[in-house]
């Protein structure tokens, strides 16, 4: 068996801790996670495998039980993927930081049907200028029928719109 839980709670040392133990006791295997601490909260992500002879009640049971220390846990049974189509690539943006800049790179990623695998962002203050600027890195997966020169183009005429670089490369590996 396949799941993911989603964990978000005030930061505090232990919480993977607590979240591994319990995985552990319920004979499953770690197999990826994300996690971040965002403005005092920490946020994560863990996909897991667990034997068909997992009791899913009792695991369940002791992942809600933790609510009372605060973690707020969300655990979905998934099932095998198969390997996604269509050519993956990098999309990294920078500029000056303003509202609405992930609302419309997305917007437009939506629009173009490409889905975004995995999504960094972050604000930074420039050396020179002193100003707030923001960075996004993601990792993409191009719809089939679409073509990378059609992706270029599309972010390129959006880049000076919302006045940002926009820097968009093909993943040669995938």
């Known amino acids: ?15 993977v801790e607590e979240i591994a133990g319990i995985i552990t006791k319920h ?3 770690w197999v990826k996670s ?66 609405g800049i992930v609302a419309e790179i997305t917007h437009l990623l939506a629009e173009k049907q490409v889905t975004i695998e995995e999504l960094e962002t972050d604000i930074f203050t420039a050396s020179m200028a002193g100003e707030a600027m923001f960075t996004a890195k ?5 719809p089939e029928g679409l073509t990378f020169i059609e992706l270029r183009e599309a972010t390129e005429a959006i880049a000076e719109d919302i006045m940002v670089e926009i820097n968009l490369q093909m993943d040669k590996a995938d």
């Open 34 to 99: 994300s996690m971040s601490r965002l403005s005092g909260q920490f946020a994560g992500m863990v996909q897991f495998t667990s034997s068909q002879s997992t009791n899913v009640s009792a695991l369940k049971t002791e992942l809600e039980g933790l609510t009372e220390k605060g973690i707020i846990i969300n655990l979905v049974e998934t099932s095998e993927q198969p390997k996604p189509k269509g050519q993956k690539a990098q999309i990294e943006l920078t500029g000056i930081d303003h509202k």
């Open 27 to 29: 004979d499953g295997n």
């Open 138 to 142: 993601a990792e993409i997966r191009l």
């Open 1 to 15: 068996m396949e799941w993911v839980i989603t964990a978000i709670s005030e930061d505090r040392a232990g919480i």
